[in-house]
């Protein structure tokens, strides 16, 4: 046998591509200066960062000689470098200190550094399960930051997180009032004022000023920029990492939000309130004086599970602060607490607006039938059983529709022979068949659409449960037979590896589910296949049923298996009770001689009146047969 070789054109070909590669990568190579002005650019960053933090502890190490032994030579410093500000620097309070204030639900610590809150601990709530012994910290090793930029009457720039507040702690009858002040002089100062009350979420925040009227340039708003960092608190990140999400009130009641992803940015007018929201926690700084112009931004920081497991997203709210008559006068307030629909409620404030309920009809749903129906139950009973109760009872709502759906189904499955003649006998005339067809409906008193309108008017209910359950708070770390927590998956086997969509572990309630669905679409195709002919030139219903029995049970399983287990568990009970209710309306309710009976009869009285709907549908058939004759005339 004779052996293949390479041919000259071969050998050049290949010559010719591996120089073309060579080439390439020569072009695609990063211009030196480029690189250079990169590097360069690093530096004089990573050196400005530097300069900055040396200069601050130069102004500490001052402070502290200033307070401790009164150096005229620091204190000279400190004016030199913070103007009339220098006067903080030189209190006793010019320290790394912090104030404690709790009340029963919730403990924060103030730092006289900034001024602002450095940790949040919920006392009620434990983070990723029951009895983990880990309290929920919304705020803690500096993942949040309270600054307000001080421009000064000389052209100082300066920043209130580096620089050192004076606390002062007080009591009005059961209250707690923490006043941090940031001293220019004896009686000039910029004050952050922290009210808290017994057994409250929200905490007084006043921002005022006083005799900086002279010390601030007061021709321009000042900008208070809050980041936050926000912790893992649940036991699925990417679960969590979907409902968390900057939320802001602006233009009158309007609520809105920032939305998913890297970068996502919105500037917001005459905001209200700005609310760094988590799946259950969330942090809310609102004002009674609304913010001109805000910028809110949104970063992911979970691009691997596996790895990215401390924080979920990066919050930025940059805020003006408006001077009234040369000061400075707002009164805030911050939440920390649950994201729970009746705590937030009860502030009257749209607060529980955050809560993503649908748009609509799925939210009134939501509103006014779920989370009331929910409530009552889940006060009365355990939280598993309420689902199951709950589910029972809206399904019970839902029957009479279930009953014209499948009645209608029987009607049109009786109907099938003569339809079929129709189609046989008008084969070669698709507009004369549906015509026809038509007048077989009206004759016979049967609406080809009453089997889709109870189907539609069961979907809003349907949506509504896939935003109710997932924000119900009721629902964390309740358990209920095998699931620890309602609120998150119920993982029965952990997998050594990772299927992509699915992920490492198996939930049995969207298995349940997913048997489920495949029962009952197995049950209900032949009636469909039957109720509905294949039409020609219309794609074969028939075969996309069969197709969608197996495709929507492995949908349930993909899709739910990090869900919450509450959201599957009542899928799995309204399946089971649709094939119940399907079997028992089939066997005792529903007989197809009768149906059948009465069609006959019914096809011997005058035909009703055609509905506007058929009316038109008729008129569009005969004007589409009149166009086609008049082009086939031609």
Same mark, same amino acid.
């Given at each position: ?40 650019? %690093? ?22 000689? =200033? ?19 220098? &006067? ?75 620089? &050192? ?41 006043? =921002? ?47 609520? /809105? ?30 004002? /009674? ?7 809110? =931004? ?42 729970? &629909? ?73 109907l099938r022979p003569e339809i079929a003649e129709l ?20 004759k016979a008193g049967v609406n080809p659409m009453a ?41 029965? !086997? ?16 969207? !298995? ?9 679409? %197995? ?26 029995? &197996? ?84």
């Amino acid at each position: 046998m004779e052996q293949k070789k390479l041919d000259i054109n071969s050998i050049v070909g290949f010559v010719l591509i591996f120089g073309i590669l060579i080439w390439i990568m020569y072009q695609n190579q990063p211009d030196p200066k480029v690189i250079a002005a990169e590097k360069a650019k %690093k530096e004089l960053v990573a050196k400005a960062a530097k300069a900055k933090e040396l200069a601050q502890k130069s102004i500490e190490k001052a402070a502290v000689a =200033v307070a401790t032994t009164g150096d005229s030579t620091q204190l000279a410093q400190l004016q030199n470098t913070l103007g009339n500000f220098a &006067y903080s620097a030189t209190l006793p309070s010019a320290k790394a200190d912090f104030t404690t204030i709790e009340n029963e639900v919730v403990q924060l610590k103030i730092a006289n550094k900034g001024g602002f809150i450095v940790e949040a601990v919920l006392k009620q709530h434990e983070k990723f399960k029951k009895g983990s012994g880990k309290l929920v910290e919304l705020i803690k090793d500096n993942n949040t930051n309270l600054n307000i930029t001080l421009q000064t009457a000389d052209n100082r720039s300066l920043n209130t997180k580096d620089l &050192y507040f004076e606390p002062s702690l007080s009591k009005v009858g059961e209250d707690q009032i923490l006043s941090m002040k940031l001293k220019a002089g004896a009686d000039e100062f910029l004050e952050y004022k922290y009210i808290l009350k017994p057994n409250d979420y929200m905490i007084g925040f006043d =921002v005022r000023s006083q005799g900086l009227n002279k010390v601030l340039n007061t021709s321009k708003p000042l900008d208070l920029q809050w980041t936050m960092k926000t912790f893992r608190n649940e036991k699925s990140i990417s679960y969590e990492n979907r409902y968390t999400e900057v939320y802001f009130e602006h233009k009158e009641g309007k609520i /809105d939000y920032v939305g998913q992803g890297e970068n996502k940015e919105e500037n917001a007018e005459n905001a209200t309130f700005v609310a760094f929201k988590q799946h259950f926690f969330s942090t809310i700084l609102l004002t /009674d004086k609304p913010f001109a112009t805000s910028k809110l =931004v949104s970063n992911n920081l979970v691009n691997d599970e596996a790895i990215d497991t401390v924080y979920t997203k990066q919050f930025t709210a940059d805020l003006p602060l408006a001077f009234t008559n040369g000061e400075l006068d707002y009164k805030m307030n911050w939440y920390l607490g649950p994201t729970d &629909y009746k705590t937030l409620h009860k502030y009257d404030k749209n607060l529980e607006k955050i809560i993503s309920l649908g748009w609509g009809i799925f939210g009134w749903i939501n509103k006014f039938i779920f989370i009331p129906l929910f409530g009552f139950l889940s006060s009365y009973i355990a939280y598993g059983i309420a689902i199951i109760v709950f589910t029972i009872l809206i399904k019970i709502a839902m029957s009479p529709i279930t009953f014209k759906s499948f009645l209608s189904q029987a009607k049109m499955k009786v109907l099938r022979p003569e339809i079929a003649e129709l189609g046989e006998k008008f084969k070669k005339d698709p507009m004369k068949k549906q015509q026809e067809t038509m007048k077989l409906y009206n004759k016979a008193g049967v609406n080809p659409m009453a089997g889709c309108i109870p189907a539609l008017i069961q979907l809003p209910f349907m949506y509504a449960s896939f935003q109710f359950f997932p924000s119900a708070f009721e629902l964390r770390q309740k358990s209920f037979l095998w699931a620890d927590d309602l609120s998150s998956f119920d993982e029965v !086997v952990k997998l050594p590896f990772h299927i992509p969509l699915y992920g490492d572990h198996i939930s049995l309630f969207p !298995v349940l589910a997913a048997i489920a669905i495949f029962f009952y679409m %197995k049950m209900t195709s032949g009636d469909q296949q039957m109720a509905a002919p294949q039409q020609e030139g219309m794609p074969d219903m028939a075969q996309m049923m069969k197709i969608m029995i &197996y495709v929507s049970p492995l949908m349930m399983l993909f899709f739910f298996n990090s869900y919450g287990a509450g959201l599957s568990l009542y899928n799995f009970i309204s399946n089971l009770i649709t094939i119940g209710n399907m079997i028992v309306i089939k066997k005792y309710f529903i007989d197809s001689d009768k149906i059948h009976a009465q069609i006959q009869e019914n096809k011997l009285k005058e035909p009703k009146k055609p509905s506007k709907f058929q009316q038109k549908l008729q008129e569009a058939m005969q004007q589409a047969e009149a166009q086609k004759a008049q082009k086939n005339k031609k």
